[in-house]
């Protein structure tokens, strides 16, 4: 996804160990589900083809101390998790996989964030899905669109197994997943 199909200008973006250590950052930051958006895809048919799906509710924030420290959460409703196909979401949402009806929300929180280059953060924290919760490492690209709007951009592979999503007749779906982050973050 090019920083223009998520709606990120680059233009003269600070490096971002100035940014989150000013005192000018600092602060309390919302989601913009508007413009935000988590996807994820999945190699299915041992490889032949690619599902790709998304999460239509999202929320979030984060919080930028004086410090420097960033922390933040984003929240998917799990139950809005679209492939463009009502059977495989069905499925998708059943205890084979997210199970929705006992566990509702996927969530990321970010407990840690460190300047990993100009425009980068290395983010440690967690992501709980279908009642599983695992550490994450990645990467994330910040882009300032204002000195109230910033918007981050991150991918991380996740082991399905890992939260115990492992139905796969044949196994004809790969276990590793592929989720795409856009966030977009308005200073409140």
Do not use: Y
């Not at 590793?176 to 966030?183: D, E, K, M, Y």
């Amino acid at each position: 996804m090019s920083d223009q199909d998520s709606g990120a200008v680059r233009a003269a973006n600070p490096d971002v160990a100035a940014l989150i250590s000013g005192a000018s950052a600092a602060a309390h930051w919302v989601l913009d589900p508007a413009g935000s958006s988590v996807e994820f895809a999945v190699r299915h048919f041992w490889g032949a083809i690619t599902v790709h799906g998304s999460f239509g509710t999202i929320t979030g924030e984060g919080t930028v101390g004086q410090d420097g420290t960033v922390t933040g959460s984003l929240n998917l409703d799990a139950a809005s998790l679209s492939s463009k196909n009502k059977q495989r979401d069905q499925h998708l949402r059943s205890a084979d996989f997210f199970d929705v009806e006992h566990h509702p929300r996927v969530v990321i929180t970010v407990t840690a964030a460190s300047p990993a280059g100009q425009d980068t953060l290395a983010c440690q924290g967690t992501l709980e899905a279908a009642g599983h919760e695992q550490p994450i490492e990645f990467t994330a690209t910040v882009a300032v669109e204002s000195e109230s709007v910033v918007v981050l951009h991150a991918e991380i592979e996740v082991d399905r197994t890992r939260f115990a999503m492992t139905w796969s007749p044949l196994r004809v779906a790969a276990f590793p997943a592929r989720g795409t982050a856009v966030a977009r973050f308005v200073r409140s």
